[in-house]
């Protein structure tokens, strides 16, 4: 037998005793490097083989330190990555066994969905890209140079003052907010100037005459998630334009307009409030006056609400009961818009004028006793700090107390049907009073109303029916005065 040299080495040291022993031989030929090591096949789920080896293990290691790399550029990328998402790349970082979890149904579905939207994201680069390389003949819509603010930029300077401006109509400042094509269309045909313009898309500039803004107005492209931020609807549209409100009074045309104001109380509802100066402008009203208690008219569902109605006719807001006097003309004829019940109708036919002045006089004979008149400038004060809370109910509006302006609503007042109305003679303008869906016209109205001698409108209604919505009986009413003052022009 030929022996090799480790065996003559070791016989040479050991002697031929120990060389010959079959345990040290067996032993030291399974420890001898580069021996082939036998081991247990392992399987997954599946029924495929599992490398468990070291070389297998390396592997697996790479693969996972590749899915993280690739998840984290994602990341850094694009900034709409989900909660899901973001709870899948955590399991990738804690779960050693990422080979067999990676199977799962809930990490198919996020990696799905993760490479949709980055799909999405490249298609939408890719065509602006393809946009901005095309001339405006060919692409058939303007695109003005702008700032882009990408969503991973936290930073940025841009962003952050975007985010004030725009997160909140505040009454206190100059700046309103609009929102989608049409709103932003309706002013700048009114002749408003944008200060500010954000997009989420250069392709939703298609639907904007970008051509005719000024040079001044600073346009920004950022992500839609922080439109989404900045915005209340739950669905935004991608566009939004900040305006001042000082140039609405340099806009507005006074012609077409008809002898008449419309006088809001306490609408706290924006809706309502933005229907009912939609009404206003439509009808050819000169002006809205708004009384301490109602919304904010810049607010953002009063303003979606009015279509545009506040770019074309005036906006007087907190006004007190007590300055009404002064903003209107002098004796107006005065409408109350309001709900009559049998009993006070047959209750007004009873009563006469004289004992109806008695009843007058009395309650401002209790006024006076009650020392009504020195706290006038206390109740102004308190009025002209509404400001920093102009949503805050009016409660105190007409410096009375409440007992007293409830034995004003008390009073029988004159009251007809809407159809049975007429112009008194020698009027120049007429003032409808409108209250809130809920509330009604407040006492204090009641109390002005009869201070001017004025009247009430209601509408008769059948089936049973006790109301109808603040807007459709101020439809009916409005028009049916601007019926009567066209005729008398």
Known sequence: MCATRWQLVRAVRFGLRDF??????????????????????????????????????????????????????????????????????????????????????????????????????????????????????????????????????????????????????????DCFVLEGTRLINDALASGLKPSTFIFSRVKLLKDVPTQDIDGSCEFYHVPYNNIKMWSDLKTPTGLMAAFNKSQIAEIIDSKDRLPLTLICDNMRTPDNLGACLRVGAAVGATKVILTNGCVSPWNRKVLRGGAGAHFKIPIEQRVSWKKMKEILP?????????????????????????????????????????????????????????????????????????????????????SQPYHDFSLNPGIKEVVVVVGGETEGVSNAAYRFCHKLNGSRLHIPLRNSMNSLNVVSASSVVMFTIQQHLLKKS
Not at 53 to 78: C, D, F, I, P, W
């Open 20 to 173: 010959t022993n079959p345990v040290y031989v067996q032993t030291r030929h399974m420890a001898r490097r580069g021996s082939p090591m036998i081991y247990k096949a392992v399987y997954d789920e599946e029924g495929n083989t599992l490398d468990t080896s070291r070389l297998g293990q390396m592997k697996e290691t790479a693969h996972k330190s590749e899915q993280l790399a690739r998840v984290s550029n994602l990341r850094r990328k694009h900034d709409d990555f989900n909660s899901e998402d973001e709870n899948f790349a955590k399991e990738i970082q804690r779960k050693p066994d990422f080979a067999e979890e990676k199977k799962s149904k809930k990490a198919k579905q996020s990696l799905k969905k993760l490479q949709e939207f980055t799909n999405k994201e490249f298609e939408e680069q890719d065509e602006e890209h393809e946009l901005l390389e095309q001339t405006q003949q060919q692409r058939g819509f303007h695109i003005p140079r702008y700032t882009k603010i990408n969503g991973w930029d936290k930073r940025n300077k841009h962003l952050k003052e975007l985010g004030k401006a725009l997160s909140h109509n505040r009454p206190d400042s």
């Open 330 to 414: 002098d004796y107006p004829q005065l409408v109350l818009c309001d709900l009559a019940s049998e009993n006070e109708d047959k209750e007004m036919a009873q009563i006469s004028d004289q004992e109806r002045l008695e009843r007058l006089d009395e309650l401002e004979s209790l006024e006076r006793e009650e020392g009504s008149a020195p706290e006038e400038e206390n109740e102004d004060e308190k009025h002209d700090n509404m400001e920093n809370n102009p949503e805050e109910v009016d409660t105190t509006s007409t410096h009375v107390s409440a007992e007293i302006l409830a034995k004003y609503r008390s009073i029988p007042i004159a």
